[in-house]
């Protein structure tokens, strides 16, 4: 029989994560800028009741049905992390989490700034590199909800991604993601830049930290005044103007793949202003 799930709780034999404070301490409106892409736990996990429990192959074999009825997205960047998953579906949410790599694509800094200011990321082809990633299994409220947060149709596009290898046996089931529409930033002859913060084998592109990439941003567009990066922070997440003059200076600096390893899906939803 299935086993009874309150908000709140898992079955008794799923363990919490003895570290999980690390990754589920709340971040400031300046560290959500400044600490893109936050710390994740590098197998599975199942966010549930605000906390954290191991999930591995033998939690997995016995609880199938935490898969039934979910969606399988692959991670690249902030959605990796607990902390991010907390923050857009609530202490009641119950979402599982396995460990995964991307074939032949890098995870690279994206041509545009996200609404709270980090210079977000988006999955970039590249021959022979291997990404570490995860894989969130969400349920169709919070399917619908991650659009939301991803700014759909606007920001990112929702893609069926190929070359993703689950490292533990899952449902087999399409895995879907989200790609930056803006494209990705060029740091130089044609080049994007990965994000160190992301494990890699086979990595080609410069590894280049969040911090010096908003230097960057900041540079090509001609915002780097006299302000300090705290308040050129705090301008973006409270001006929608200044952050979309941002983004708009930033295409002149966008690369684009032409031939992606994912075919971009149609959505149509509504409530996206608070996360555009």
């Known amino acids: 029989m299935k086993p009874s799930v309150l908000p709140e709780q898992l079955p008794a034999d799923f363990a919490a994560i003895a570290d999980s404070r690390i990754y589920l301490r709340a971040l400031s409106d300046i560290d959500r800028a400044k600490l893109?892409?936050?710390?994740?736990?590098?197998?599975?996990?199942?966010?549930?009741?605000?906390?954290?429990?191991?999930?591995?192959?033998?939690?997995?074999d016995?609880?199938?049905?935490?898969?039934?009825?979910?969606?399988?997205?692959?991670?690249?960047?902030s959605n990796r992390a607990p902390v991010q998953l907390l923050r857009k579906f609530g202490d009641a949410a119950i979402v599982p989490v396995t460990p995964a790599r991307l074939l032949d694509c890098d995870i690279v800094h994206a041509a545009m700034?996200?609404?709270?200011?980090?210079v977000p990321c988006t999955a970039y082809p590249c021959d022979g590199c291997v990404v570490s990633l995860?894989?969130?299994?969400?349920d169709a409220a919070q399917l619908q909800q991650m659009h939301r947060t991803e700014g759909i149709g606007v920001a990112y596009d929702y893609v069926m991604m190929r070359n993703v290898v689950h490292d533990l046996t899952v449902p087999?089931?399409?895995?879907?993601?989200?790609?930056a529409r803006s494209g990705v930033l060029d740091f130089g002859d044609g080049s994007p830049a990965a994000l160190p913060a992301i494990t890699a084998v086979g990595r080609r592109f410069p590894a280049v930290s969040q911090a010096d990439a908003a230097s960057r941003v900041r540079?090509?567009?001609?915002?780097?005044?006299?302000?300090?990066?705290?308040?050129?922070i705090a301008d973006i997440q409270r001006q929608k103007s200044a952050r979309?003059?941002?983004i708009a200076g930033l295409q002149n600096y966008a690369l684009f793949h032409?031939?992606?390893?994912?075919?971009a899906i149609p959505v149509t939803i509504d409530g996206l202003e608070d996360y555009l």
Do not use: M
Not at 64 to 74: D, K, P, Q, S, Y
Not at 219 to 232: C, K, M, N, T, W
């Open 36 to 60: 893109y892409p936050y710390s994740a736990p590098g197998g599975g996990y199942v966010l549930a009741g605000g906390a954290l429990y191991n999930l591995d192959q033998a939690q997995i």
């Open 62 to 77: 016995r609880h199938e049905w935490l898969f039934e009825g979910r969606v399988a997205v692959l991670s690249v960047g």
């Open 113 to 118: 700034l996200g609404y709270y200011a980090a």
């Open 134 to 138: 995860n894989v969130a299994w969400l």
């Open 172 to 179: 087999d089931q399409p895995v879907y993601g989200y790609s």
């Open 219 to 232: 540079q090509l567009v001609g915002a780097d005044d006299g302000r300090s990066h705290a308040a050129f």
């Open 244 to 246: 979309d003059a941002v």
């Open 258 to 263: 032409g031939s992606p390893p994912w075919q």
